[in-house]
């Protein structure tokens, strides 16, 4: 069974402040997004990795993914309280894994104190 | 374009109640999902749709029966609440499923408390 973990769980920082989220798995994954959550909303996708090494930026978010395609790292540089939300990363598996669902991680809440 | 909507946004049921959620899409996409979110855990798949016709069980199907009515629309139905089904809701669509990215678009959710 492929599974995500994420860390850290909770990350409360004040603005100006840099952060980094993780999701790990030991599976291979032929791709991985990252999704934002807020309160009361359904989740919204950021972005979508593909390539192994590959870093994408969006604005002040800074996406990247494994060499090995097994993990990613979502940063923020100078956070905003506009930031403020739960970051889920998700990951369709490869080979047999390739079912085409995705499979999330438990997520990450993010709180930017002004 | 609303993307995809989901009704009714919040519900309270007793426990054997049965109730049923409604999800449609207006992307013309050809697979459908519903998620529940718990504390802690992430979104984890209920059921899903790959194509008008088609259904399968995902993670955590037990208690659970859907129904994809056309290529718009994909319900949920409770036959027999529990609190244990207490939860948030969230239906999503995609372009199709075996698609290499599969991006994944998401209602709003439907916030359920079973007592």
């Known amino acids: 069974t492929q599974l995500l973990e994420q860390s850290p769980q909770f990350l409360s920082i004040q603005e100006g402040e840099n952060l980094t989220v993780y999701c790990n798995s030991s599976?291979?994954?032929?791709?991985l997004q990252w999704y934002r959550q807020e309160p009361g909303e359904g989740p919204v996708l950021l972005v979508t990795?593909?390539?192994?090494?590959e870093v994408k930026k969006l604005k002040r978010l800074t996406f990247q993914f494994g060499d090995a395609r097994k993990d990613s790292s979502l940063h923020i540089t100078a956070a905003q309280p506009g930031d403020t939300g739960l970051y889920l990363c998700?990951?369709?598996?490869?080979?047999?894994?390739?079912?085409?669902?995705?499979?999330f991680g438990q997520g990450t809440t993010l709180q930017v104190k002004p | 374009n609303a993307g995809v909507t989901q009704t009714p946004k919040f519900q309270v049921l007793k426990t054997g109640q049965s109730m049923t959620l409604q999800c449609a899409q207006d992307?013309?996409?050809?697979?459908m999902y519903w998620y529940r979110q718990d504390p802690g855990m992430g979104l984890r798949l209920i059921y899903y749709?790959?194509?008008?016709?088609?259904?399968d069980k995902g993670e955590v199907p037990n208690g659970y029966n859907v129904s994809r009515l056309n290529k718009r629309e994909f319900s949920l139905r409770l036959e027999s609440a529990a609190p244990s089904q207490t939860s948030v809701y969230f239906c999503?669509?995609?372009?199709?499923?075996?698609?290499?990215?599969?991006?994944?678009?998401f209602g709003p959710g439907t916030r359920l408390t079973v007592l």
């Open positions: 999503a669509s995609s372009a199709r499923l075996y698609f290499a990215y599969n991006e994944q678009f």
């Open positions: 599976s291979v994954f032929s791709s």
């Open positions: 990795v593909v390539t192994g090494g």
């Open positions: 998700a990951g369709s598996g490869t080979g047999s894994s390739n079912t085409g669902k995705l499979i």
């Open positions: 992307m013309n996409h050809n697979s």
């Open positions: 749709s790959a194509s008008e016709g088609t259904t």
